[in-house]
């Protein structure tokens, strides 16, 4: 049913997979020649500085994103059918990884475009995939736990 916990849960990762995406991930400033640059999910945001055209499609971040909120919406409409839902989370697990990895990734890339002496401050977007896959991993584990409830009432029927 809808009202189950592994709802919310699955609720409250496709709010923070979708806020991932109006949320700046990384930012970085040169003090001395003002320069400022910001990893959102769509791309990179400079201030006194050219992006090189060859960094690489940083969208992949936010479509990442977006296909696993998208999926998170579906798995909870899938509730008559458990081992569907278990399989939707395993993708869906598969999506977050890969969001965390391509945001390390471009993250990266950015702290060499800009003066590599200094360090970039990772913001609080930057840390809602792994708050998403803690959510993915609690609504798989109370979903198991709904099949074997059903299992077990079959097998005294």
């Known amino acids: 049913m809808i009202q189950r916990i592994q709802s919310v849960f699955l609720l409250l990762l496709a709010l923070a997979m979708l806020s991932l995406l109006a949320l700046p ?32 499609p940083v969208w992949l ?35 977050i990884t890969a969001t965390l990895g391509a945001e390390f990734y471009f993250q990266t890339k950015g702290e060499q475009l800009l003066n590599i002496k200094l360090e970039g401050q990772v913001l609080l977007a930057f840390y809602l995939p792994t708050l998403a896959l803690l959510l993915n991993l609690l609504a798989n584990r109370f979903i198991r736990r709904d099949e074997q409830l059903v299992r077990s009432a079959d097998r005294l029927r």
């Not at 791309?43 to 690489?56: Q, S």
């Not at 998208?70 to 798995?75: D, S, T, V």
């Not at 081992?83 to 999506?95: A, V």
């Open 25 to 56: 991930l990384w930012h970085k400033v040169d003090g001395l020649t003002h320069q400022e640059l910001t990893l959102t999910a769509f791309g990179f945001d400079a201030h006194g500085l050219t992006v090189p055209a060859g960094i690489g």
């Open 61 to 95: 971040i936010g479509t990442l994103a977006a296909a696993s909120a998208a999926l998170a919406f579906y798995e909870i409409f899938q509730f008559r059918t458990r081992m569907r839902q278990l399989m939707l989370g395993s993708i869906n697990l598969l999506l």
